[in-house]
């Protein structure tokens, strides 16, 4: 099991930056695929990025492809979610998530989960 904390978020004008970073605990992290998903108020948890163990491979939803960068470091168990030309809409709660073997777009096959941390994008 790997124990997940999240950092970075908070209140940001549209078009700006912010960087979250995720935290693991635990030896089995650098085997382990790590993604990054968003619940804003009223909706569903959804997919923001995900990237494998070997960092060979990343994912993004559509909606941030080009905007976001996901990318890990293995020697300080954290993963990172680069976040620029942020928009009103990517205001939610983001949360990091690990699987094992490989990443995968799906919230149900995640394991492991942060408590989320707030990303708020005025106008």
């Known amino acids: 099991q790997v124990q997940l904390v999240e950092s970075g978020g908070g209140l940001v004008q549209a078009g700006g930056s912010l960087r979250l970073s995720c935290a693991a605990s635990?030896?089995?992290?650098?085997?382990?695929?790590m993604g990054w998903f968003r619940q804003a108020p009223g909706k569903e948890r959804e997919f923001v990025a995900a990237?494998?163990?070997?960092?060979?491979?990343?994912y993004y939803a559509d909606s941030v492809k080009g905007r976001f960068t996901i990318s890990r470091d293995n020697a300080k168990n954290t993963v990172y979610l680069q976040m620029n030309s942020l928009k009103p809409e990517d205001t939610a709660v983001y949360y990091c998530?690990?699987?094992?073997?490989?990443?995968?777009?799906?919230?149900?096959?995640?394991?492991?989960w942060g408590q989320g941390t707030q990303v708020t994008v005025s106008t």
């Open positions: 998530a690990a699987r094992w073997p490989g990443a995968s777009t799906r919230e149900s096959e995640y394991k492991d």
């Open positions: 990237i494998s163990w070997s960092d060979s491979n990343t």
């Open positions: 635990g030896r089995t992290f650098s085997t382990r695929a």
